[in-house]
C-alpha cells in the first residue's frame, strides 16, 4: 500500500489506511508550544477525516492554541491557555460525532 502525507490544521499525516470515507488514514505529531497540555483518549476516530472533525471542534472551545492527534492510538493533546474542563472537551469531541474516553494526563 503507498503512502501520502496529508496536512491537517498545521499537522503532517502519514497515512496508509482508511476506514474508506475520506480516502486516508492518519496519525499526527504530538502537539508542542509552551502552552499547558492535556491528553484524552477519544475512541471511533478511523481515518484522516476524524482526525480533522476533532480538531476542528476542539479549536473552537476558549483558551485552545493546539491540537494534534495521535490517530493509530485515539491519543488527542491539546495546547490551551486555561485548563479544560472534562465536560467541555467530552461535548466537543462529541459534536464531532467520537467518543472521549477519558482524561490520560491526570
Known amino acids: 500500500m503507498s503512502e501520502t502525507t496529508v496536512t491537517v490544521e498545521s499537522a503532517s499525516i502519514e497515512a496508509s489506511s482508511c476506514?474508506?470515507?475520506c480516502g486516508t488514514g492518519a496519525t499526527a505529531a504530538p502537539a508542542t508550544g509552551s502552552a499547558p497540555t492535556s491528553v484524552f483518549?477519544?475512541?471511533g476516530m478511523?481515518?484522516?477525516h476524524c482526525v480533522t472533525s476533532v480538531t476542528a471542534?476542539?479549536?473552537k472551545l476558549d483558551g485552545v492554541t493546539d491540537v494534534a492527534?495521535?490517530?493509530a492510538?485515539?491519543?488527542v493533546t491539546v495546547g490551551s491557555t486555561r485548563p479544560l474542563t472534562?465536560?467541555?472537551v467530552a461535548a466537543a469531541v462529541d459534536e464531532a460525532g467520537y467518543d472521549l474516553v477519558g482524561r490520560l494526563d491526570g
Request: aromatic share 0%; hydrophobic share 25%.
Open 19 to 21: 476506514c474508506g470515507s
Open 41 to 43: 483518549q477519544v475512541s
Open 46 to 48: 478511523t481515518c484522516g
Open 57 to 59: 471542534e476542539l479549536k
Open 69 to 71: 492527534v495521535d490517530l
Open 73 to 75: 492510538s485515539g491519543r
Open 86 to 88: 472534562d465536560a467541555d
